[in-house]
């Protein structure tokens, strides 16, 4: 086939004006306005399309409710005391309370939630799909953002119901032995909220330690030394070691759980308790949020 | 439009990227080439604003990408393909980056169709093999169908039928006005991929422009001849100036063309028995450019 030069410098500019259309086209992107909703609605596919998260919560609710109905169990089983009176001071010493939400659950749960958390952001980083993540999405803190708003308000609503299952468990299990309390006993509320929002507390700071550390066992080895080891190191005899005891997430949990106020070295209120769950939470957060700002990715 | 300019990215003592400066053109499949570690990926998320480059500028359409609120529309990029959590279906996935930037659900199908995963669309991807997650990838490369893609080292892992559907892949986005960057650290992968090349080596540019430009650069023609008396030609050719290596059986003469060789060996009764004219491939062309700057070398160094 043969073409005249001046054919084919004809067919050249059709082409490049062709061209030149397309990229005048492609120059223009129409994009919908963006919504912080949209991100929402993403991190909460992210979140529930995982099989593994879905089995952590089952098993952790499953775990923290068997520790509580197991102890009440028990003291239903041994519970020998006929009288009336009995009764009466196992009721007042507040001890119904403190079985429809053991020491060893709380423990499970913040161990359990802190994971969690740690997991929705530790899980992106060991994968690599961080970076899949903040290319779909270049502002990085208003996807950090919608995570802790999904994280928020699934652990909020597990610990709603594994605190209110096992208040209700417990004392229908105590209620045989007539030592179990309703709903509305002093104190009993206190220990259902406090109890319900220790689940998002630890899951937001194993959210902020995933997000500054970003390795799994690393992680979780601060999330154990917070919750678990510095309560333990800090006992409450000392002034300066009470005021440590008093600054952290489970030391706040013991105070608000605390219904019978045995007298202790160093007392401390129901507001200032709350107060350190706001400002963990608050502070778990905000380092979630602002710290992808600057890294490298 | 990809401009990058006066780039440098150092971590700690060394030097990732070293003051790179280069233009990706819309309408074009540039290849991005560079020996392992010459520092492509490093510059592929400084493009992308993944990382933060100690200084100089890198904008995409003249902004800077992480200035945008959502990416999707705007680049379409495939870093890694393992770059996936392998927990989700390839659906799942999809739908998630979809969803961020509002992307209808239509093109979630779309893409998965596109290259060819509707029928695995809800398998796991820890299950995917390595060309089943490149094509993964290139589906969440086109969700947002950007004017600017990106794809580090796309070919791995993909069969013969594959490569030749992403190579047409490519082009068909090029002549769609889009600017398609791809990486590679093989040239024989850019040969029938890309029309204009990027060259870089230990994080300096060391070639862009156009493929034909490029293999003109290092086509430095040899001869093979074949010669039962090889010392005696090897001293004939030396002595008018050619350079010549005696290899097993033949020998390969730079600096002389065939004609000459032909000439001297008749005049002096020598016996050829092959005379052959071998032009560099690109291949060539780029192992002897970048032959400095290769960073991991096996054996002896050249």
Redesign the interface.
Known sequence: MTTTPDRAAAAATEMETA?AT??A???Q?T??R??FR??V??EW??LW????NTWAFVIGALAVIGFNVGTAWDTYRYWTAQDARSRADFVRDGIPLSIAFTANAAMVLMLALSAIGATAVV??YR???I?????????RR??MAAKVCVVTAVTTVFGTVVAAASFGLTQAVLSGRHIGVPIDHPGALRVLVASALLAPVSALLGMALGTLIRHSAATMTANVVILLLLPLVFSADRHWAAVVDHALPTGAWIRLVDVDRQPVAYPWTLTGAWTVYAIWALAAAVVAVTSVQ?R?? | MIEVNELTKRYGGTTAVDHLSFTVRPGHVTGFLGPNGAGKSTTLRLVLGLNEPTSGTVTIGGRRFRDRPRGLRHVGALLDAHEVHGGRSALAHLTVLARSNRIPRRRVDEVLEEVGLAGARRRRIGGFSLGMKQRLGIAAALLGEPPVLLFDEPLNGLDPEGVKWLRGLFHRLAAEGRTVLVSSHLMSEMENTADRLVVIGRGTLIAAESLTEFAARGTRPTVTVRTPDPAGLTALLTGAGAVVRQDADSLTVTGMDADRIGELALRHRVLLRELTTRTASLEEAFMELTADSVEYLAGEAR
Request: net charge positive.
């Open positions: 061209t397309a990229r086209d492609l120059a992107v994009e919908p963006a919504r949209d991100l609605a993403a596919v992210k399309s995982l099989r593994s899980g992106e994968t690599g799909m970076r899949t993540t903040f290319t779909a999405v270049p502002a208003s996807v600057r490298d990715q």
